[in-house]
């Protein structure tokens, strides 16, 4: 690595965030949203805070993605209001809802990376479709993120040349390039060893930390939420519980029991998140 330049990333990334204040607030309230006859969320009301990992759990077909995409402006509520940074996307016209989908960075289930071009042109890609910068800035501009997720010399290689741990990490990249605000994850654990889920978590927990970026991501990894997780909210039958991990596993709600019943420890004490650096081994 080239001494200063992840760090130099990482400082415009905060230096970002703090001229913004607390961006990257979400707000979810009253929600009703319906997939054809299907009632997904009836009254849902949820808060996700700025600069902190929060961590999305339920079932299958609970509504964990679809909540990501009505955040991300990608679907509109049928009533009630998703607010990011106190404004409202369901009223936001085609000009404001690209604003605010340029503000947001979105990490897939399964990397979605563009398999017939290289990783270094997956994570470019952002950077020439959405800002006017010279080839040399951007080139620059995607070592200091392949480096800030510690992915390199990987500049030639196709996604398909790439480990699981390895994907995740280019599209971590492809994801922060834009430098955004809000960081939304779909299960990134997706088909990951017990290894590499810990290595994954750690490097998110570390991209909050060094960029400041709130991360919202879903899962069923509930040891994985134990210990990286600010703030959890568990959906189920159409509506959230929300809390630390700690106040979440004292709920008497049996749903919500059953989530944290694999947890060994009575406390809730979060074990350690292991550092960033071992993510590159």
Do not use: W
Request: some cysteine; overall charge neutral.
């Amino acid at each position: 690595m080239v001494p200063g330049r992840a760090d130099d990333y990482c400082s415009a990334a905060m230096a970002e965030r703090e001229a913004g204040g607390d961006r990257g607030a979400v707000d979810v309230v009253h929600l009703r949203f319906r997939r054809g006859a299907r009632v997904v969320f009836s009254d849902l009301s949820c808060h996700f805070p700025p600069g902190r990992v929060s961590v999305v759990l339920g079932g299958s077909g609970s509504g964990k993605s679809t909540l990501l995409r009505l955040v991300a402006g990608l679907e509109r509520p049928d009533a009630g209001e998703v607010r990011v940074d106190g404004a409202a996307t369901g009223a936001m016209d085609a000009a404001a809802l690209r604003r605010h989908r340029r503000s947001i960075g979105m990490m897939f289930q399964h990397g979605a990376l563009l398999n017939s071009i290289s990783v270094f042109d997956n994570v470019a890609l952002p950077l020439r479709e959405h800002t006017r910068m010279s080839e040399a800035e951007i080139a620059a501009e995607v070592h200091r993120i392949l480096e800030a997720v510690d992915l390199e010399a990987v500049d030639d290689l196709l996604p398909g040349q790439l480990s699981g741990g390895m994907t995740k990490r280019a599209a971590l990249a492809r994801a922060l390039v834009l430098r955004p605000a809000l960081l939304l994850c779909d299960e990134p654990f997706s088909g990951l060893d017990p290894a590499t889920v810990r290595l994954v978590e750690a490097l998110l927990v570390r991209t909050n930390r060094r960029f400041g970026v709130t991360v919202v991501l879903t899962s069923h990894h509930v040891a994985s939420t134990a210990r990286s997780a600010d703030h959890v909210v568990v959906l189920c039958d159409g509506r959230a519980l929300e809390g630390s991990t700690a106040e979440l596993r004292r709920s008497p709600e049996p749903r919500v029991q059953e989530f944290f019943a694999e947890l060994a420890d009575p406390t809730g004490a979060q074990p350690a998140v292991p550092p960033v650096a071992e993510a590159s081994r």
